[in-house]
């Protein structure tokens, strides 16, 4: 069993920089390929970004490419989302989430293990 755990959110104005972090306990990160996703009140809950097991695989949602970076670190077991020039629209709870498959990354159905999501909020 992998628990997740996010942290790193808050209250941030538009235009300023957060740094989410995930760290997995009772268990080893490195076969799982890792999501950030978000859901805004009144939302469906939709994919940020995507890492491959390795590392040395991203993929972005189109409304965060450029501003958002994700990265690993299989021997802290943690996986970060950097976030930069954040918009109001940013605002969500941010979830992480690691599935075995690497071609179904953006897809919210079908992952092994969620977090339990961090509040983000960025003010106009």
């Known amino acids: 069993q992998v628990q997740l755990v996010e942290s790193g959110g808050g209250l941030v104005q538009a235009g300023g920089s957060l740094r989410l972090s995930c760290t997995a306990s009772?268990?080893?990160?490195?076969?799982?390929?890792l999501g950030w996703f978000r859901q805004a009140p009144g939302k469906e809950r939709e994919f940020v970004a995507g890492i491959r097991w390795s590392g040395d695989s991203t993929y972005y949602a189109d409304s965060v490419k450029g501003r958002f970076t994700i990265s690993r670190d299989n021997a802290k077991n943690t996986v970060l989302l950097e976030m930069n020039s954040l918009k109001a629209e940013d605002t969500a709870v941010y979830y992480c989430?690691?599935?075995?498959?690497?071609?179904?990354?953006?897809?919210?159905?079908?992952?092994?293990?969620w977090g339990q999501g961090t509040q983000v909020t960025v003010s106009s």
């Open positions: 989430a690691a599935r075995f498959s690497w071609s179904t990354i953006i897809i919210t159905y079908g992952y092994d293990y």
């Open positions: 009772a268990r080893t990160l490195t076969s799982y390929h």
